[in-house]
């Protein structure tokens, strides 16, 4: 008997609904202005809904941040081959820009980089070469994934001025020369 749940399309519809108004309104203003009353008229749902699936806006704010990480987590598990594209990720940022967008140009844009910068590190250090033995192999890694993540939040800010394939080469290139 399969013992995994599907969860009723009704529930995902109004999730996605919840977290696409949450978004909107997040790229309209200051978290802090944000209230649950307007998430739930521009979703057209009542109050009620909202907390049945989230504590409150901060716990909306964090799986809306999870749901991309893993996202993330996903496509870079994806691409396990000789041949490290970053293509896929480029294109999942562009794919959700308004999120990007939003994140990197709010004051929840601390906690939204750390948790980014310790996916990519993280990432980073079991893909990592090591080749120079005078630079910790942890202290490598947080240095790439900060660059990185810096390079997607100027990409994103500047409303994406370079194309999807000259990013991923660019940044493929950058990481050649440091031996990830």
């Not at 977290?19 to 998430?39: A, C, D, G, R, V």
């Not at 990432?123 to 490598?140: G, P, Q, R, V, W």
């Not at 390079?151 to 440091?178: G, Y």
Request: net charge negative; with cysteine.
């Amino acid at each position: 008997m399969d013992t995994l749940v599907k969860t009723d399309r009704r529930i995902l519809r109004t999730k996605q609904s919840i977290k696409k108004s949450f978004l909107e309104l997040f790229s309209e203003k200051h978290f802090e202005q944000i209230t649950i009353n307007e998430i739930a008229d521009r979703a057209n749902v009542n109050r009620g809904t909202i907390y049945l699936h989230y504590t409150d806006k901060y716990d909306l704010l964090d799986k809306c941040i999870e749901d991309h990480i893993n996202e993330l987590i996903s496509l870079c598990e994806k691409r396990e081959s000789a041949t490290i594209s970053s293509e896929p990720v480029f294109h999942y940022f562009r794919d959700h820009y308004p999120f990007f967008s939003a994140m990197f140009s709010n004051e929840r844009v601390l906690l939204f980089r750390d948790r980014m910068i310790n996916f990519f590190s993280v990432n980073m250090m079991a893909k990592m070469e090591s080749t120079d033995e005078n630079i910790d192999k942890e202290l490598k890694a947080q240095f790439l994934a900060s660059a990185f993540i810096g390079v997607v939040e100027w990409w994103i800010r500047r409303q994406m001025p370079h194309s999807i394939q000259f990013m991923a080469d660019q940044v493929r290139n950058l990481f050649e020369k440091n031996h990830v």
